[in-house]
């Protein structure tokens, strides 16, 4: 497997960074990552405009644009030649001789293997647990993860699959997915702030705004105990039905027929727009 | 200058890391650092037994023991050949093919030389801006300094030096000290909750109660401005006077008798204990 680390394309193993490094030394470093179907990055512009707006909150100079980015994703899809796989651009915040102040952001851009079965599996659906946290600067998509990762055990320990963050009784996201809910009135809801504005989370707005009243508006802890429905969006999930959240089970633990639906459409919005901005 | 990575000591320009690292991917690890001085770590024990608890609250495994660690520093420092430095020890959360689990940590150790002038400058002090924040897992050493290094440009638009958290009013810390205040009543002060437990600050206690009446307790922003002196401690500052914060000038922005006084009780107290534990 081949990756980009700055001007150079290396193969895996060489696919090395100095620990002077900021993202070492201070977590500090952005990323997006993406899909590709059969060689076509998905939602591109919308993943790149994105690490753009990341980097420019943080302070890191993107050493590429968009279009030399492309060029750079269409060199590295065809030396991997992976048709399905998901790619990862890191922005990190450079070598710092004094260990805390951004220099010349180093970009690392890694492929993997990621086949996703297109096929909504009702049985499948997640367990989560509720904790106290709202991610900082939830605007970027930082390399902090500092507590989706800690709170792993946790979830272990509860036997759940993930977290879902809860700050003064409302909701925010999962540390990698954001968060719908579906009300009784049949009314689509999902938070607005204290978010990372998922692609995917954007793309379902779109379509969904075309079939059912859909708001974005704070989104309480109880709003989500009591909704029809729960899902999750993410690039590596599209959408995931909630079974339940602290051990209550939503509604009657079924995924949905709207999530079911939604998600559907949402395959027929990824083949429409496999070709945007590729 | 030699480092260590793992098992290995390598030239600095080696001492490299696989992207796949959960530091790099996910910002997760800890760390501690600690100076030497004629060749001497200064409270060692302290040091890592610190290190021992971040790795152990963030669930990584530390492949040295502390007597191993102490053998590892003394070929290093032989080696390396500076005598006054300052020491890193970095454990990340390891090589993560899902770029997201904790697997066997690697443990990275740096030397850079570090000397520092034992006189005190009374014309030397630091102006804060505050902040709303309080880190998380402030008692962790993790390596997330997110917002730290995202709030530096902040601080130099202020025209500051280092910013102060405050959280619902009450302060905790700055990014990488702890800080002390004085009272009229000559009490000295300091934060015992939602603070990174401070080497210095802890042997600054220790010498402090033998003279005045020492406290843990909250720290309200308005004791902060009322306060007859201010101070920061860490191991690359030892004790540092605070001039202002938010341009408002604390006292009459002299650094007053009592600072100095327990710096030259913090030089006494490093001599003291210069070959505890080692």
């Known amino acids: 497997m081949w990756a ?3 001007q150079q394309f290396v193969e895996d ?5 100095h620990v002077s490094d900021l993202s070492v ?3 500090y470093g952005v990323f997006d990552f993406f899909r590709t179907a059969a060689y076509i990055p998905l ?3 919308q993943h790149l405009d994105r690490l753009e707006n990341s980097a420019a909150v943080l ?5 590429y644009n968009k279009e030399e980015l492309k060029k750079i994703l269409r060199e590295l899809i065809s030396k991997n030649n992976i048709p399905d796989s998901g790619i990862r651009i890191t922005l990190t915040g450079g070598f710092a001789a004094d260990t805390y102040t951004v220099t010349t952001p180093n970009i690392i851009i890694t492929q993997m293997a990621l086949s996703m079965d297109p096929v909504f599996d009702a049985s499948k659906g997640l367990h989560l647990i509720s904790e106290e946290y709202v991610r900082e600067l939830p605007m970027v998509k930082s390399i902090n993860y500092l507590m989706g990762v800690y709170l792993q055990q946790k979830v272990k320990d509860a036997g759940a699959d993930d977290v ?3 700050k003064n009784g409302y909701i925010s996201e999962l540390p990698r997915s954001n968060v719908f809910i579906v009300t009784a009135d049949n009314e689509l809801i999902t938070a607005k702030e204290h978010i990372l504005h998922g692609i995917t989370r954007k793309n379902i707005l779109i379509f969904a705004k075309e079939q059912m009243e859909v708001k974005e508006q704070p989104v309480s802890l109880n709003d989500v105990l009591t909704a029809k429905e729960i899902f999750v969006s ?3 999930k599209r959408l995931l039905p909630v079974f339940s959240v602290n051990g209550i089970v939503i509604a009657d633990g079924n995924p949905g ?6 998600y559907q459409r949402f395959l027929v919005f990824e083949q429409n727009n496999l070709n945007a901005g590729w």
Chains 1, 2 share one sequence.
Request: charged share 5%; net charge neutral; no cysteine.
């Open 4 to 6: 980009l680390i700055n």
């Open 13 to 17: 193993p060489q696919a090395l960074l």
């Open 25 to 27: 030394q201070r977590g």
């Open 43 to 45: 939602f591109i512009d």
């Open 59 to 63: 302070g890191l100079q993107l050493p």
């Open 164 to 166: 879902l963050y809860v």
């Open 234 to 236: 993410s690039t590596t």
């Open 257 to 262: 027929t709207v999530t079911s639906n939604l």
